[in-house]
């Protein structure tokens, strides 16, 4: 299977983006082929800071490679190397009804918490689903956040196709039951923009400190409480195996213990987990020249096959002979 999925370097990556999205990059490099993209032309509807997007770039591709991925099963590249996927946006974006975008919940969650929303937040569907039909991608694994958006390139493409004949593979969404929509520390979503997001590489000490304050109710110690739905038992179980998840809800539904227990709990679960990435990302850090010529290969691989597919697209819309 092609799998492709890309990550915005808007900030330091959370366990949203991990159990959601990174953790699934890195178990579908085996076997299939794969392309992940760091997706800085997404990240600038955010980032306005030249200096920021470039550290966040590299911060990004040093996270996916100590996470796990292995530049010799998955091509690893910057969404910006490969300007074949913009040409495609538009060829989609002329056939892309207003009323499609303005149902996307990114751009109407945005709008409804009133922050700031541009033309490149509204058409960021447009720019992904190019992102995904430039490589033929058949599954694309995300969070659930995403797919409405692996639905709008779907109907994108199925238009396209309709009108010029078959130019696109229709993609999959993967996502992942349990993880799909990690809670951040306030319950809702964890989100870089909603301020409640836990670091994959943020300091131990510092990681501990906002575990100690995630959000829980007042009940007293002594009420025995329904593990299911609590976002604070949600976390624990994405570092947890199977009997420490029965014991942990044993303990919830028994009451008796305090909040504090299972914040422990987690922040050691959450250390020890982290602990080898962490060491093979000081490793790489030391040798940003590496992760250079990583994704430079990356980009020149991915623009073969993005250039194929656009050249199909330009011939069958009438652009090309
Ligand atoms: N809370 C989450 N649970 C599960 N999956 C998540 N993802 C993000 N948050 C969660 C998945 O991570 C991948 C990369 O997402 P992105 O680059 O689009 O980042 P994002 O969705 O923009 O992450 P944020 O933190 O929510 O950023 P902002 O605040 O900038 O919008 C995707 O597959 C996503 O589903």
């Known amino acids: 299977m092609r799998v492709l999925s890309g990550i915005q370097p808007t900030g330091r990556f959370h366990w949203g983006n991990y159990f959601g999205a990174i953790r699934q ?8 082929e ?6 800085d032309l997404h ?15 590299l911060d990004a591709a040093l996270d996916l490679l100590a996470l796990g991925l292995e530049p010799e099963h998955a091509i690893l590249f910057r969404q910006s190397d490969v300007p074949e996927v913009s040409e495609l946006c538009w060829l989609l974006m002329t056939g892309t009804p207003m009323s499609m975008l303005e149902n996307c919940h990114a751009y109407k969650d945005k709008m409804q918490k009133g922050l700031p929303a541009g033309a490149g937040l509204f058409t960021y569907p447009v720019l992904m689903a190019a992102d995904i039909l430039a490589y033929d991608s058949q599954i694309v694994p995300v969070g659930a ?7 709008v ?4 493409a199925g238009s396209f196709n309709h009108t010029y004949g078959e130019t696109f593979v229709l993609p999959k969404a993967q996502t992942l039951d349990a993880s799909a929509k990690v809670p951040g520390t306030d319950g809702e979503k964890m989100s870089k923009s909603y301020n409640n997001t836990l670091e994959l590489f943020e300091e131990p000490k510092a990681m501990r400190k906002k575990i100690m304050r995630i959000v829980t109710d007042a009940r007293p110690m002594e009420e025995p409480k329904e593990p299911e739905g609590d976002h604070l038992y949600q976390l624990y179980s994405l570092f947890a195996n199977e009997s420490e998840r029965e014991t942990m809800a044993a303990m919830y539904r028994k009451g008796g213990f305090g909040y504090g227990d299972v914040k422990k709990a987690l922040a050691d679960a959450a250390e020890r987990y982290f602990a080898e990435p962490r060491a093979r990302r000081e490793e790489l850090a030391a040798k940003p020249e590496r992760v250079v010529e990583i994704l430079a290969d990356g980009a020149s691989r991915a623009r073969k096959k993005a250039a194929e597919t656009l ?6 819309c009438g652009l090309r002979p």
Do not use: S
């Not at 990059?25 to 299939?32: A, K, R, S, T, W």
């Not at 794969?34 to 997706?39: L, N, Q, S, V």
């Not at 956040?145 to 639905?151: C, K, L, P």
């Not at 050249?311 to 069958?316: D, E, F, K, L, S």
């Open 43 to 57: 990240a600038l509807t955010t980032v306005r800071d030249p200096k920021q997007l470039r550290q966040n770039t």
């Open 25 to 32: 990059y890195i178990d579908l490099q085996h076997g299939n």
């Open 34 to 39: 794969a392309y992940y993209f760091i997706a």
């Open 145 to 151: 956040d995403q797919v409405q958006h692996i639905e």
């Open 311 to 316: 050249r199909r697209a330009q011939t069958n």
């Open 153 to 156: 390139t779907r109907d994108l």
